[in-house]
């Protein structure tokens, strides 16, 4: 077993929406890495196309704040009228002014600060799957 992969998040499926190719490409190897099976969008729009068309496809939602088309935002919202108990990760790399209140009055399980480790996405994903509620 890879030295990084964590029983806590192995075959999550995650949908990781980002702008940056780089970011995306990293951040799919990584959560491989990390045992998660991950699909990869552009941007919101094409993560909303994606989800909507299969909603228990996905597990967890990485997605990125400030995005052209459609923010993380926006998506998070399109998402939860869908499926409200499914956890999101809103990632950003700056100083955006997005409060945790805001994220957590919005459903939001987490806001993740870029550039980020390994262990700091393992333990958003862990800290947003912990919150799961059923309803």
Not at 3 to 8: I, L, V
Not at 9 to 28: N, T
Request: glycine content about 6%.
């Amino acid at each position: 077993m890879d030295p990084f992969t964590s029983k806590e998040i192995a075959g999550l499926r995650v949908l990781l929406v980002d702008d940056e190719i780089f970011i995306r490409e990293m951040g799919s190897d990584v959560l491989s890495l990390l045992g998660c099976v991950t699909t990869v969008a552009s941007d919101g729009r094409e993560a909303w196309n994606k989800f909507r068309a299969n909603p228990s496809e996905f597990d967890i939602i990485i997605t990125d704040y400030n995005m052209p088309e459609m923010t993380g935002i926006d998506l998070a919202a399109n998402v939860m009228n869908l499926k409200p108990t499914l956890p999101i990760i809103i990632s950003t790399g700056f100083a955006s002014g997005f409060t945790e209140k805001q994220a957590e009055d919005l459903g939001i399980s987490c806001i993740l600060p870029k550039p980020y480790m390994i262990q700091e996405l393992k333990d958003a994903i862990v800290e947003a799957m912990s919150q799961l509620k059923f309803s």
